[in-house]
């Protein structure tokens, strides 16, 4: 059997991990990442040419399966692999961590897009900018001073009055803490990411009394399966046979 896991995430790793080397697997990364952190088995980087070329690749490397183990907010990569598996006659499971969810004592304002997340931004001075390195043209006209950790240099236009600082999860409580109290942060902007590495931020928000801003993640394509760890996937993939 031939697995192709779209991946990049710690999820699409660990399934990796499970299944090689008793199947064979070839994870597909898109190449954003500088120094990305390889799985098991064989490896692939770059696109596909969207889902037309997805599904010839599959075809032509006589692929079984497709897991798509992308970031929960690769939306474009997870409709053209809905459309590439249903060109190729493969099946397709989406494999998405839970979502984070509110706890006692948050204030967590709900917005649909990084555009609704700037808007959300007037009242505060300082920002924690936790959204990855693109999509920072969201709040390129934005007044607020903002810090902005990702993992590679931010791609311009951003906002006016930025600091970045590059760093990889996963982030300790005392050390989000810290951030935020010496930056002098007043408000935390995030995806619904649901990563375990990443939490940590929410609950330093949690402390400091300041509020946060999620972007609601994209729903998965319709008709396509999901699960929620690489167990699950791995079970699926067994009655897949």
Not at 119 to 141: K, N, S
Request: net charge neutral; glycine share 10%.
């Amino acid at each position: 059997m031939h697995v192709l896991i779209l991946g990049g995430t710690t999820e699409a790793r660990a399934l990796a991990g499970l299944l090689h080397p008793g199947t064979r697997v070839t994870s597909s990364l898109a190449g954003r990442v500088a120094a990305p952190r390889l799985p098991a088995g064989e490896v692939r980087i770059g696109g596909f040419g969207g889902p037309d070329g997805l599904a010839a690749w599959v075809r032509e490397h006589a692929v079984d399966a497709v897991i798509d183990a992308t970031h929960p907010f690769a939306e474009r990569i997870s409709f053209n692999a809905a459309r590439a598996a249903a060109t190729a006659h493969v099946p397709l499971l989406a494999l998405r961590r839970p979502g984070w969810v509110p706890g006692a004592g948050d204030d967590w304002r709900d917005v649909g897009s990084l555009e609704e997340a700037a808007l959300a931004l007037d009242g505060f001075g300082r920002v924690f900018l936790t959204t990855g390195r693109m999509g920072l043209a969201a709040f390129a006209d934005r007044p607020e001073w903002f810090l902005v950790r990702s993992v590679d240099a931010p791609e311009a236009p951003m906002p006016a009055r930025t600091e970045v600082l590059l760093d990889r999860g996963p982030f300790t409580l005392d050390g989000e803490r810290e951030l935020i109290a010496r930056h002098r942060i007043d408000v935390l902007v995030t995806k619904d990411s649901g990563a375990a590495a990443t939490a940590p931020k929410l609950a330093a928000a949690r402390e400091a009394g300041i509020p946060v801003v999620v972007v609601r993640r994209p729903p998965v394509p319709e008709g396509v399966p999901a699960a929620a760890t690489p167990e699950e996937a791995a079970a699926w993939l067994r009655e897949a046979r």
